[in-house]
């Protein structure tokens, strides 16, 4: 069985531009989240995903962030205009159900130049 | 919010020895705490958790504990290989059943392990 599927695994963009990362997770799984560790800090929550409804997006810092799930299959998140600060790991996980183990992707390395 | 502190930030051992890593949380409430095993290219895997209702679990090499009233949890490696050599992160879920997995992180431990 597939595990859980990001893309790119690494964007260079310069500063200003428009990225998007694609998630896709485990087949099944309602539950997507989104992550993302910047500057070697700790891992931040951003959002929560049940099938294609915002559980939880209490994390997002900022509207330059907007995270889809159409369909509520794969998600995409997409920066726009991408800043410096931007830059670091973003991880997507899924889940079967809340309290069920998340399964994390790979990771998608950004940085903003 | 919940809030979790995790040292060491590094830990540096020899091939063979014990590694322990030690995490502190603030939400009482928090009632699963997993550790993830961070690799260079690789997603950040689940390599052990615990449940607010047992003291310790283990599996082979690995072992986790947690004190509940003291609300701090620890990794534990044992006979430490080469492959131990990663990031691992401790987590602690803001336990709402039924709130989903939204997991507070530690800092990270950059654990070496030297031949």
């Known amino acids: 069985e597939a595990g859980v599927t990001q893309f790119p695994s690494h964007s260079v963009i310069e500063k200003g531009q428009t990225v998007t990362l694609r998630c896709d997770p485990i087949?099944?799984?309602?539950?997507l989240y989104w992550y993302r560790r910047v500057m070697g800090k700790e891992i931040k929550f951003l959002l929560h995903?049940?099938?294609?409804?915002?559980?939880?997006e209490s994390g997002m810092p900022n509207n330059r962030f907007l995270a889809e799930r159409t369909g509520g299959t794969y998600s995409t998140l997409k920066v726009q205009p991408a800043e410096l600060e931007d830059s670091g790991v973003y991880f997507c996980a899924s889940s079967f159900r809340p309290g069920a183990e998340a399964f994390f992707g790979q990771g998608t390395r950004l940085t903003v130049v | 919010g919940e809030n979790v502190e995790q040292h060491p930030s590094t830990l540096s051992v020899q091939e063979g020895d014990s590694a322990v890593i030690k995490c502190t949380y603030s939400?009482?409430?928090?009632?699963?705490f997993p550790w993830y095993k961070q690799e260079l290219g690789k997603g950040s895997q689940l390599i052990i958790d615990?449940?607010?209702?047992?003291g310790e679990k283990k599996d082979q090499r690995i072992a986790v504990t947690l004190n509940k009233t003291a609300k701090h949890f620890s990794l534990h490696i044992t006979e430490t290989q080469p492959e131990d050599s990663a990031v691992y992160f401790c987590?602690?879920?803001?336990?709402?059943?039924?709130?989903?997995?939204?997991?507070?992180f530690g800092t990270g431990t950059q654990l070496k392990v030297e031949l």
């Open positions: 939400d009482s409430a928090s009632n699963y």
């Open positions: 615990i449940r607010s209702n047992v």
């Open positions: 995903f049940v099938k294609e409804s915002k559980q939880d």
């Open positions: 087949s099944g799984h309602d539950n």
């Open positions: 987590a602690a879920i803001e336990g709402v059943t039924g709130g989903g997995n939204k997991l507070t």
